[in-house]
């Protein structure tokens, strides 16, 4: 028997079976191509949240959501997030393999010289209301980099995009801690060539210029973590929003603000700020049995933020890094009491044991443990899904690119079922 075998359809109201080839990934499941299927039998296929839709073909990121595996040019996340750090987790995702030391040194080099951020976007940020949530920020200035950096914005030029790349990887940060100084009244505080990736975010986060700032190494190490934790995730929404945004040709700072605005959903990126909500409203462990009853019913409208995924039918292996980077970062703090640490604790064990969650395989996401992390180091809640956002930029970067260069890309375009109303006239004003 062939290694890929088709399958075979037979189609209600069409004379021969249909034929779908297979095609076999390098990990996972094999995926149907069903391309001619409109051609050959005048029907769609019907996949709402494209919960069996492999909508492209890509050599980033592989998971198993079974067994809980995360594969990152086939790294496993547990070593990149203990040997590796940001920076090189940022070139494997764009470049397919780990840089070696100069190839590391240059691409360090590339992005600490874009960090800073054309002088008129400072007044830009001046334009919003200071209480603006810094994801309604993000999403405005991101968009409004292609009004600044014309000479980055052609898609077919592959130095172009290279540079848009670099620019946006290097300047997240900026523009994430421009907005938590805007929105505290603070003066910006320019990047430092000095400091690593992480050490200059939390430097910009949380320095005056009236005292001297010195960057607690365990944090940015800690810093550093969350990064790698989230920066790319295969085809979830918000890269799936990138990707079909910029399929119609869009500039890249279009796509990745598109990417900001889908990402901040509570469903996907904003889950970390929602869970930290839910945290502080149960208040307290003895509250907990009530609230998994309350996840549990379907009528109350409540579900548990940061638990469930899409794909791990098995504990988020980020969850697992992220649990213990949450122990260490407290202890470091000294926040070990921290008691929304003991109330999640206390949450999940209920969770995990419950019937409901066990047969659903419901289990803590990333999201669960990093607002409890973040907060610890002093992020307001609203910066969360900004700082998802920053680390996030580079795995939508890699998947935007790798789109552009397949020579099998064509514009996004869904089709429906369509069960409204059947063509009728129109009815003028006065007989209506
Ligand atoms: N609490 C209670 N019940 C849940 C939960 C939850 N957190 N998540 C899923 N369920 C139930 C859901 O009601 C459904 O039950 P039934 O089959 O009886 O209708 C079943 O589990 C499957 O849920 P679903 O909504 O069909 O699954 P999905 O794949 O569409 O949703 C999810 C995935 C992440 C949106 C969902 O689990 C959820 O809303 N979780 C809470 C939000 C959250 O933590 N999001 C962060 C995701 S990880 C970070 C990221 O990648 O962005």
Same mark, same amino acid.
């Given at each position: ?15 021969? &079976?249909?034929?779908?080839?297979t ?24 996949d ?6 492999? #909508?492209?073909? #890509? ?7 079974? !067994? ?19 920076? !090189? ?32 976007? %400072?007044?830009? *940020? ?5 209480? +603006? ?24 030029? &592959? ?18 801690a421009?907005?938590?100084?805007? %929105?505290?009244?603070?003066? *910006? ?5 000095? *400091? ?13 210029? $009236? ?27 918000s890269? %799936?929003?990138?990707?079909? +945004? ?24 904003g889950?970390n ?10 208040? #307290? &462990?003895?509250?907990v ?12 409208? *409540? ?20 649990? !213990?980077? $949450? ?24 969770a ?10 419901l ?44 020579? %099998? ?15 009728? #006239? ?7």
């Amino acid at each position: 028997m062939s290694a890929n075998p088709s399958a075979t359809l037979n189609v209600p109201e069409v004379s021969k &079976p249909v034929t779908l080839p297979t095609m076999p990934g390098s990990l996972g499941p094999k995926v149907l191509d069903i391309r001619k299927l409109y051609a050959e039998t005048g029907m769609f296929t019907y996949d709402p949240g494209f919960t069996s839709t492999a #909508s492209c073909e #890509s050599k980033i990121t592989f998971i198993d959501g079974d !067994e809980g595996v995360l594969l990152h040019r086939g790294y496993p996340i547990e070593e990149l997030a203990q040997k590796s750090d940001f920076m !090189e987790v940022c070139y494997l995702l764009m470049n397919g393999e780990l840089p070696n030391k100069v190839e590391k040194t240059e691409f360090v080099k590339n992005i600490t010289y874009h960090t800073m951020v054309h002088e008129q976007i %400072s007044s830009f *940020f001046h334009g919003f209301r200071r209480d +603006a949530h810094p994801m309604a920020v993000m999403v405005g200035v991101v968009g409004a980099l292609a009004a600044f950096y014309h000479d980055s914005t052609d898609i077919n030029d &592959p130095h172009q995009r290279l540079i848009a790349s670099h620019r946006l990887i290097a300047k997240m940060p900026t523009i994430a801690a421009m907005a938590y100084k805007y %929105s505290v009244g603070q003066p *910006f505080v320019f990047p430092q060539n000095r *400091f690593d990736y992480a050490e200059n975010f939390l430097q910009m986060m949380f320095s005056v210029p $009236c005292e001297e700032y010195k960057v607690n190494p365990i944090l940015a190490k800690a810093m550093d973590r969350i990064f790698i934790l989230h920066a790319d995730h295969e085809q979830n929404a918000s890269t %799936s929003t990138v990707r079909l +945004a910029g399929s119609s040709g869009a500039n890249p700072f279009a796509c990745i603000a598109a990417g900001i605005a889908c990402l901040w959903g509570p469903a996907h990126g904003g889950a970390n700020e929602a869970v930290l909500k839910m945290l502080e409203e149960i208040g #307290s &462990p003895d509250k907990v049995g009530e609230v998994v009853k309350a996840a549990k019913d379907k009528n109350s409208g *409540f579900r548990l933020m940061g638990f469930g995924h899409r794909v791990y039918k098995n504990y988020d292996p980020r969850a697992k890094v992220m649990r !213990e980077t $949450c122990n260490e970062v407290l202890d470091v703090l000294g926040k070990r009491d921290e008691p929304l640490l003991k109330l999640a604790m206390a949450l999940e064990k209920v969770a995990l044991e419950d019937d409901y969650f066990v047969q659903k395989k419901l289990y803590p996401n990333v999201d669960f443990y990093s607002g409890i992390i973040l907060k610890a180091m002093g992020f307001p809640m609203s910066m969360f899904t900004v700082l998802f956002a920053v680390a996030r930029t580079v795995g939508w970067i890699a998947q935007w690119n790798e789109m552009i260069e397949d020579p %099998s890309q064509k514009i996004g375009r869904p089709r429906q079922l369509y069960t409204g109303a059947g063509k009728r #006239s129109f009815v003028s004003l006065d007989k209506r």
